[in-house]
């Protein structure tokens, strides 16, 4: 069964930037999909990122677009998210997930993932 071990997380002035990286036990296959999910107190999971097909397709969510990018690298089996422009409302616990089925099917919808990592915190202050 495959482990997913997040890192990267930390607390961060609005405007700031932080890398998250999501270390897979295994090679991350074409056919499955990777995300980065976010989760506050109180509120459902939210998806955020995902990336399948190698890399080559990626999803994002309306309020990440522009400031956030998801990406892997295959060598390592490891999926990035890189984070610029914080704002205090992305403070969450960000969590990586794999898919249990091939591709994306179903994102921003967490249903089809069923592998999640320990998550990280993130905290963006004003």
């Known amino acids: 069964q495959v482990r997913l071990v997040e890192s990267g997380g930390g607390s961060v002035q609005a405007g700031g930037s932080l890398r998250l990286a999501c270390a897979a036990s295994?090679?991350?296959?074409?056919?499955?999909?990777m995300g980065w999910f976010r989760q506050t107190p109180g509120k459902e999971r939210e998806g955020v990122a995902a990336?399948?097909?190698?890399?080559?397709?990626?999803y994002s969510a309306d309020s990440v677009k522009g400031r956030f990018t998801i990406s892997q690298d295959n060598a390592k089996n490891t999926v990035f998210l890189q984070m610029n422009s914080l704002k205090p409302e992305d403070t969450a616990m960000y969590f990586c997930?794999?898919?249990?089925?091939?591709?994306?099917?179903?994102?921003?919808?967490?249903?089809?993932?069923?592998?999640w990592g320990q998550g990280t915190q993130v905290t963006v202050s004003s």
């Open positions: 997930a794999r898919s249990t089925f091939p591709s994306c099917v179903g994102w921003p919808r967490d249903s089809n993932f069923g592998y």
């Open positions: 295994e090679y991350i296959s074409r056919t499955h999909c």
């Open positions: 990336i399948s097909l190698g890399g080559s397709r990626t």
